[in-house]
């Protein structure tokens, strides 16, 4: 492997100016210049090469994002023949631009019926900035404008920024100056933890039900949205019980509670249906996207509006008091229109559905379901979590599962595997053009890395 040219300083240079210069998310960075960051120079397909020249499987595409893998010169293309016809336009001042009508086009070709406008954004977070502010605005159109506070989750993530902090579920993120007034919160359908000794299904409509007993406290008048993520992403990849979203479903229709999904993770084809809401069986009024629409390539994101809020919002709302300078940027649309159009037209959903999806999960059941520390398999598609445990009957967690989590992770690396850690869970979701062979070194990686942990730690 042949490291780019412009990458050509040496690894502690890099490491140096990083930690001179950087804030790293999510981490203490004291602890992290002490040790320094791993410099990622170059990617191709699901492989990424450190500036020492080390290969790693890359399990988590990125952040989630890259579903077509590292490289790919179609995408590299869109962007080069954009950059040079329209570099820049925006939909402002009675302007739009073709590129951005054709993705929305091509969006809506792959979404169900019921869903009708877009709002582009650059970020996740940011279009769970504008469904906050949207929501509202709906309900103010349809005179209802008291209906204003949004129901979160605790554990749910919807990005990094205020609003979207605010309606994400996790404490520390709040501390750090990020909770608002007219936010709540429900408890998580994490089963294994807290699933006591209710069935699964019991526990679905248990922790549904929540959110009914939480409307009724707040008053239905004031609740304008339940927000979800249809399977919890950075909260650890929790997929709720199957009773779970119809019962949901079911409240915010009696309550006439908006119900919005955040589908930046699920999104484009992740469970093996184009969206995480096909593959639970519920009808979403928003879908917050992001990742997956440009494969990471290029920063996008985006609400989409069920036809209820649209037609109120275009019909009735008048002026709209929003806009972002890059929304629907015609690079990114770009980029967006060629990596949709691969994901569908390369057959890349259809096989995660059928083909590569049903294997990964089957090779991590057959890996992992006798295995003395793991206590739990979940996924569907090309996501998956392992859940650690002391014992798996009783669903003992250990109690520091956090450290145990945390120690498979950095083992991993060292396995030449990206893979993610949250709390005691073990996380993947590999690019979704991985082959059955580079599924078979995830599973691999991850069992060598599982059982390293076991020794290292004395746990087996
Ligand atoms: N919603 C969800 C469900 C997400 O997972 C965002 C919104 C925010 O998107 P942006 O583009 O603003 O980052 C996310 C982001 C992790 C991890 O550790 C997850 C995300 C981002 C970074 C790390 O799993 N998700």
Same mark, same amino acid.
């Given at each position: 492997?042949?490291?780019?040219?412009?990458?050509?300083?040496?690894?502690? *240079?890099?490491?140096?100016?990083?930690?001179?210069?950087?804030?790293?998310?999510?981490?203490?960075?004291?602890?992290?210049?002490?040790?320094?960051?791993?410099?990622?120079?170059?990617?191709?397909?699901?492989?990424?090469?450190?500036?020492? !020249?080390?290969?790693?499987?890359?399990?988590?595409?990125?952040?989630?994002?890259?579903?077509?893998?590292?490289?790919?010169?179609?995408?590299?293309?869109?962007?080069?023949?954009?950059?040079?016809?329209?570099?820049?336009?925006?939909?402002?001042?009675?302007?739009?631009?073709?590129?951005? /009508?054709?993705?929305?086009?091509?969006?809506?070709?792959?979404?169900?019926?019921?869903?009708?406008? =877009? /709002?582009?954004?650059?970020?996740?977070?940011?279009?769970? *900035?504008?469904?906050?502010?949207?929501?509202?605005?709906?309900?103010?159109?349809?005179?209802?404008?008291?209906?204003? /506070?949004?129901?979160?989750?605790?554990?749910?993530?919807?990005?990094?920024?205020?609003?979207?902090?605010?309606?994400?579920?996790? !404490?520390?993120?709040?501390?750090?100056?990020?909770?608002?007034?007219?936010?709540?919160?429900?408890?998580?359908?994490?089963?294994? =933890?807290?699933? &006591?000794?209710?069935?699964?299904?019991?526990?679905?409509?248990?922790?549904? $039900?929540?959110?009914?007993?939480?409307?009724?406290?707040?008053? +239905?008048?004031?609740?304008?949205?339940?927000?979800?993520?249809? %399977?919890?992403?950075?909260?650890?990849?929790?997929?709720?019980?199957?009773?779970?979203?119809?019962?949901?479903?079911? /409240?915010?229709?009696?309550?006439?509670?908006?119900?919005?999904?955040?589908?930046?993770?699920?999104? %484009?084809?992740?469970?093996?249906?184009?969206?995480?809401?096909?593959?639970?069986?519920?009808?979403?009024?928003?879908? #917050?996207?992001?990742?997956?629409?440009?494969? !990471?390539?290029?920063?996008?994101? &985006?609400?989409?509006?069920?036809?209820?809020?649209?037609?109120?919002?275009?019909?009735?709302?008048?002026?709209?008091?929003?806009?972002?300078?890059?929304?629907?940027?015609?690079?990114?649309?770009?980029?967006?229109? +060629?990596?949709?159009? =691969?994901?569908?037209?390369?057959?890349?959903?259809?096989?995660?559905?059928?083909? #590569?999806?049903?294997?990964?999960?089957?090779?991590? $059941?057959?890996?992992?379901?006798?295995?003395?520390?793991?206590?739990?398999?979940?996924?569907?598609?090309?996501?998956?979590?392992?859940?650690?445990?002391?014992?798996?009957?009783?669903?003992?967690?250990?109690?520091?599962?956090?450290?145990?989590?945390?120690?498979?992770?950095?083992? &991993?690396?060292?396995?030449?595997?990206?893979?993610?850690?949250?709390?005691?869970?073990?996380?993947?979701?590999?690019?979704?053009? =991985?082959?059955?062979? *580079?599924?078979?070194?995830?599973?691999?990686?991850?069992?060598?890395?599982?059982?390293?942990?076991?020794?290292?730690?004395?746990?087996?």
């Amino acid at each position: 492997m042949t490291l780019p040219n412009n990458s050509a300083r040496s690894t502690r *240079e890099y490491q140096a100016l990083d930690a001179a210069h950087h804030i790293h998310a999510f981490l203490d960075q004291k602890a992290l210049n002490e040790k320094g960051a791993l410099v990622i120079a170059k990617g191709q397909g699901l492989n990424l090469w450190d500036t020492e !020249g080390k290969r790693y499987l890359d399990g988590m595409s990125g952040l989630w994002c890259t579903a077509l893998g590292y490289g790919r010169a179609d995408l590299n293309a869109a962007a080069s023949r954009q950059l040079e016809e329209l570099p820049y336009y925006n939909l402002f001042f009675h302007t739009t631009h073709p590129r951005v /009508i054709e993705l929305s086009e091509l969006l809506f070709s792959l979404l169900p019926d019921h869903y009708s406008h =877009a /709002i582009y954004t650059n970020s996740g977070s940011e279009a769970n *900035e504008v469904l906050i502010r949207s929501v509202r605005r709906y309900w103010q159109v349809v005179g209802k404008p008291q209906k204003k /506070i949004m129901i979160g989750r605790w554990n749910g993530y919807h990005g990094s920024t205020l609003g979207s902090t605010a309606l994400g579920g996790m !404490g520390f993120m709040h501390e750090m100056g990020g909770m608002l007034p007219d936010f709540a919160h429900i408890g998580e359908p994490y089963y294994f =933890a807290e699933g &006591g000794d209710l069935s699964e299904e019991a526990f679905g409509l248990k922790a549904a $039900r929540e959110l009914e007993d939480k409307i009724l406290e707040l008053g +239905a008048e004031n609740v304008a949205a339940f927000v979800a993520e249809p %399977f919890q992403g950075a909260g650890g990849m929790i997929f709720p019980p199957a009773s779970y979203w119809a019962e949901v479903q079911r /409240i915010c229709r009696q309550y006439d509670v908006l119900l919005c999904a955040d589908e930046v993770i699920g999104g %484009f084809g992740r469970t093996g249906e184009w969206f995480a809401h096909q593959h639970f069986g519920f009808q979403p009024d928003t879908l #917050t996207i992001a990742k997956g629409l440009t494969s !990471g390539y290029i920063p996008m994101g &985006g609400l989409v509006l069920g036809k209820r809020i649209a037609d109120a919002l275009v019909q009735e709302g008048g002026v709209f008091a929003h806009g972002l300078t890059y929304a629907g940027h015609p690079v990114a649309a770009a980029v967006a229109i +060629a990596n949709l159009t =691969a994901l569908r037209d390369e057959g890349i959903v259809t096989q995660v559905k059928n083909d #590569t999806g049903p294997y990964l999960q089957q090779l991590l $059941r057959e890996t992992f379901q006798d295995h003395p520390l793991i206590g739990d398999v979940q996924g569907a598609g090309l996501v998956a979590a392992l859940q650690f445990a002391e014992d798996k009957v009783s669903r003992k967690r250990f109690a520091n599962e956090n450290d145990i989590a945390w120690h498979c992770r950095t083992v &991993g690396f060292d396995e030449g595997l990206i893979i993610r850690s949250t709390l005691g869970r073990m996380i993947m979701a590999p690019a979704l053009v =991985a082959t059955r062979a *580079e599924l078979e070194e995830l599973v691999d990686k991850t069992r060598r890395a599982v059982d390293r942990t076991g020794r290292d730690l004395n746990l087996m």
